[in-house]
Each structure stands twice: as C-alpha cells, then as structure tokens.
C-alpha cells in the first residue's frame, strides 16, 4: 500500500502522515506554558488548603457561617471536618488508605469540605 493509505481508507491526518509525528516549535511552547500553569495551579490550590487547615483551628465568624453552611447542606463533609477539627492527625490517615473504606470514604469528604470552604471563604 501506498504512503497514507490504510487499509480501511486514506489517513485522516492526510498523506504521508501519522499521529507520531513531534509536534511544531509553537505547538511545544503552548504545551510547556499549560504545564507550568497547571504547576502553578497546584502551587496556588496548595497555599489556599493550608489557609483553610489553619483557619479551622482558629475559627472567625465567617469560618463558622461557613461551617453552619456545611452543617445544613452538606452533612458528610461537615462530620469530616468536625472529627478533622478534633484530631488533626488523622487527615494522614484518611489520605493514605485504601479506597474501598471508611478511612478512604473521611478523607474524600473532607477533601469535599476543603472545596466547599475555599469555594465560601475565597470566592475562588
């Protein structure tokens, strides 16, 4: 068979083309400029987590509007950041257990309840 053509029919991507090809100089630069705005995305969603822990610990009047917010509409999340304001040390835990329990299940509430917060206290 000829370049470009499958044996189903010509390639999509045209003749002599297939879909291992590098891509371009602007197409590289695009996609280092995604990486590092997803890096510094993370960077960001790290930092606003951190406010939020300590936030907790010392709670002002919008953190516990907040909370009361949780309390209300969101009950799961809510237990979670409760037993996490009791005993911080548990977070590692809920954080590294197996997914199929009820560690596993804490964790991915109180990870709802740290997107709620920041999502009520930051407007992000």
Known sequence: MGRGV?????????????GRQR????EQLLRDQEREER?????????LEQKILHRLHEPDEE?????DHLRLHYWDPY?????????????EGWRKA????????????FEQALRLLGTALYNT
């Open 98 to 109: 197996e997914k199929p329990s009820q560690e596993w299940r804490k964790g991915f509430y």
């Open 6 to 18: 499958r044996p189903d029919g010509p390639s999509p991507l045209g003749p002599g083309l297939s």
């Open 23 to 26: 891509p371009s100089g602007q």
């Open 39 to 47: 890096g510094g995305c993370l960077i960001h969603a790290k930092a």
């Open 63 to 67: 953190m516990e509007a907040a909370l």
């Open 79 to 91: 237990t979670a950041s409760r037993e996490y304001r009791a005993d911080p040390s548990k977070l």
